[in-house]
């Protein structure tokens, strides 16, 4: 029979303290206390800074302890917020105001675009931002709200959202200049990606009409299908450092109501993850699968948010027991 060396690679240590830092799936016994001890991984959502005001609408990318958030409404807003981890900083603003664009990148170098530029009007306009200046480069192929964007502002990806009506469009950016990608199967807005790579992308969720739990994948040229959403939700938040076979899915909306599921994905199939302290939908998320954030959106029905919810997938000690 199989022992824990052969299943997990690693040998049940004996220590007689417990070790300072430890690997998910760790096993050791401590002499002193004569516990058997263990390391599993261990989820769970804590309250982080609040945004300087509530908004919805906002897209954001980078990490829990460097993201950016921009834009959003409600009016339609120029305002551009900096998360070091523990606070918002109000930074520079965009060139114009928007609400619904689609971001992708890191705190320093963000592209951001497309969205609404001032109710009924679609704009397919393109910023970037270095970490103190916007500069307007060149636009999207298409005008639409609601679309998921991905990777670098030398590599990036958007795709779907709406005109209105929703499309299956697709595109890439290559640093100076967008390129037509890939059509993705379903016409659908307020679709979630944000995660990925342009090589390696992943959207989900999304409203088509009717809501989506369809995921889809992309490898460059074609998407493909992946393992569905346990809920059909709209307006999702995204982990957006997160990769195609490792992301973090949280909030989101059935229409209505908004919902506090979280999630991971793992290349194959969904799972559930503790829940959000406040169902929301349509907001700023930024970190990895194991290290998360959102912030602000729409807790329909209900007030906007300036909340942030900080999630984090870590490996904590525990003492293994027959009960």
């Known amino acids: 029979m199989a022992d824990y060396q052969d299943i997990r690679g690693l040998r049940v240590k004996y220590l007689s303290a417990d070790p300072s830092t430890t690997t998910a799936g760790e096993v050791w016994y401590n002499s002193t206390s004569g516990t058997l001890k263990a390391s ?105 709200f609601g679309s998921a964007g991905m990777g670098t502002t030398t590599a990036g990806l958007v795709a779907g959202g709406s005109t209105p009506p929703a499309v299956t469009t697709c595109a890439e950016y290559g640093g100076e200049a967008w390129t037509g990608g890939g059509a993705i199967s379903t016409a659908r807005w307020y679709i979630t990606g944000n995660s990925g790579t342009q090589t390696a992308g992943l959207i989900f969720g999304g409203d088509a009409p009717p809501v989506s739990n369809s995921t889809e994948e992309y490898d460059g040229a074609a998407w493909s299908t992946g393992g569905n959403l346990p809920t059909a939700l709209r307006g999702v938040f995204a982990s957006t450092s997160g990769t195609q076979t490792a992301t973090l899915s949280a909030g989101g909306s059935a229409d209505p109501p908004a919902s506090n599921q979280a999630s991971e994905y793992d290349g194959t199939a969904w799972t559930a993850r503790p829940t959000l302290t406040t169902a929301r939908e349509i907001g700023a998320g930024a970190g990895t699968v194991g290290s998360a954030l959102v912030a602000g959106g729409l807790t329909a029905p209900g007030p906007i948010s300036n909340a942030t919810e900080e999630y984090n997938n870590v490996a904590t000690i525990q003492t293994i027991t027959t009960s």
């Open 40 to 144: 599993p991984l261990v989820a769970s959502w804590a309250s982080g800074g609040n945004l300087p005001a509530p908004r919805y609408a906002n897209a954001g990318c980078g990490t829990q302890t460097a993201a950016i958030c921009v834009g959003g409404g409600d009016p339609y807003l120029t305002t551009v917020s900096k998360y070091d981890g523990s606070a918002w900083t109000n930074t520079t603003a965009l060139p114009a105001s928007r609400r619904n664009m689609f971001a992708f990148g890191t705190q320093s170098a963000t592209g951001a675009g497309g969205g609404f530029a001032g109710s009924p009007s679609t704009t397919a306009t393109y910023f970037e931002f270095d970490g103190s200046a916007w500069s307007a480069e060149e636009a999207c192929p298409y005008s639409a």
